[in-house]
Each structure stands twice: as structure tokens, then as C-alpha cells.
């Protein structure tokens, strides 16, 4: 597996998760967040070799960000992501009724990414269909968690299986970016049943053939 330096936007749960894996396989984190104290704050809790930092230094970038922020995220970090794997891990939802995304018809928030970063900058969409909760613990009842990933680019999507691979997660290649709607839908599904199967944001979809 290839260790890399990953660039963490967002010190939220998602955040928190993601750098937690990150950090289990080996790999160099950064965050950067709107409020530094909160990247500094994560950066100490996730322990030695995790920093904070106002530049995007990662080769792999996650977006732990809602979807309402990205845009100004990338304008934000424009130069920095320029050339790197950008993962988009967002659910686009309307969370005042959890029954629908929010992105223009016929698209996603992997497509709309994509559209924003510079030219030459591999998007995948990654992470979604994962909660911050399992993540953190890195499985649920004993099982591993399942990484399902959507991109354009066979390069892109191999470094991020390597991380998801280096977390102790078992990555699954779902196909072309385009696929980040069903992705953002499988989302929408399970964040919408969290009150009936009473999970807590505890749960994971796994696939078996």
C-alpha cells in the first residue's frame, strides 16, 4: 500500500473520521479549517504527526465539508488543490425533510466538484455512504467497512483505495464519476432510516458477492 499526505478541509465529525483511518494506516495528515483552533484541536486529539495548517500541502485533498461550503472551499484553496486527488465525500441533501438532494437536476455534488476545481485535478467521490461514527471506530459488530468509490480516473481512484485499504477499510470501485448520483442517493437512504433502524449514525451498508 502507497502512503501518502492527505489535506483534511473540515475538522467536523467527517473530519475526525476520515482522520482517524488516516492516521491508523500510517499516513501524514494535515487539516485545514475555517477556524484554525478547531484544525489545531483535532490535530492534538488525533495524536503525533497529525498537524494543522492554512496551506493545502496533501497529495490527496478530502472535502469534509457540506455541500453549501465546497464551492467556496475550492475557490478558497484553488492554487493547492491544482494537480491532487480531491475527494468529495458529500451528501447534498435537504435536511429539513431528508427526502431529496439538492444538486441541479442531472448532476451531484461529485459532478458539480469536479466542474470547480482546476483543470488537471482528479475528483472522486468517496467516503458518503460511511458515517463519522463508524468510521472512528473502524467497523461495525465486527464487520469492515465498505468504501464505495465513484471517478473518471483509474489513477485517482487507486490512491484513494490505498488509503481506504490503509485504514483497515475494503474499498469497492463503483465506476465513473457520473455514478455519484446513486452514490448521493444510497446516501440519502441510509441517513434517512437512522430513526427507524435506531443505529444512531452506528450502522454500515455492506455488499456481499
Given amino acids: 500500500m502507497l502512503l501518502v499526505r492527505i489535506t483534511i478541509i473540515g475538522a467536523g465529525n467527517m473530519g475526525r473520521g476520515i482522520g482517524?483511518?488516516?492516521?491508523?494506516?500510517g499516513n501524514e495528515v494535515e487539516f485545514v479549517d475555517r477556524n484554525p483552533e478547531d484544525?489545531?484541536?483535532?490535530?492534538?486529539e488525533l495524536g503525533a504527526g497529525v498537524t494543522a495548517s492554512h496551506a493545502v500541502n496533501g497529495e490527496i485533498v478530502v472535502l469534509a465539508l457540506p455541500y453549501e461550503q465546497i464551492a467556496a472551499a475550492i475557490e478558497e484553496h484553488k492554487d493547492g488543490l491544482r494537480g491532487k486527488v480531491v475527494i468529495d465525500?458529500?451528501?447534498?441533501?435537504?435536511?429539513?425533510?431528508?427526502?431529496?438532494?439538492?444538486?441541479?437536476?442531472?448532476?451531484?455534488?461529485?459532478?458539480?466538484?469536479?466542474?470547480?476545481?482546476?483543470?488537471?485535478?482528479?475528483?472522486?467521490?468517496?467516503?458518503?455512504?460511511?458515517?463519522?461514527?463508524?468510521?472512528?471506530?473502524?467497523?461495525?459488530?465486527?464487520?469492515t467497512l465498505e468504501v464505495l468509490m465513484a471517478g473518471d480516473s483509474a489513477e485517482a481512484k487507486s490512491k484513494v483505495a490505498s488509503l481506504v485499504e490503509s485504514g483497515g477499510m475494503r474499498p469497492i470501485?463503483?465506476?465513473?464519476?457520473?455514478?455519484?448520483r446513486m452514490l448521493e442517493q444510497v446516501g440519502l437512504f441510509h441517513i434517512a432510516i437512522q430513526e427507524q433502524i435506531g443505529s444512531g449514525f452506528g450502522s454500515a451498508l455492506k455488499l456481499h458477492w
Fill in 20 to 25: 482517524t483511518r488516516a492516521v491508523a494506516g
Fill in 39 to 44: 484544525a489545531q484541536d483535532l490535530a492534538d
Fill in 173 to 180: 470501485d463503483v465506476g465513473p464519476l457520473e455514478r455519484s
Fill in 89 to 143: 465525500i458529500t451528501n447534498p441533501l435537504d435536511w429539513s425533510s431528508l427526502d431529496r438532494v439538492v444538486t441541479p437536476e442531472g448532476s451531484s455534488s461529485g459532478e458539480e466538484t469536479a466542474r470547480l476545481v482546476p483543470g488537471g485535478t482528479a475528483v472522486v467521490k468517496a467516503f458518503n455512504t460511511t458515517f463519522a461514527r463508524t468510521l472512528v471506530s473502524g467497523e461495525v459488530a465486527g464487520e
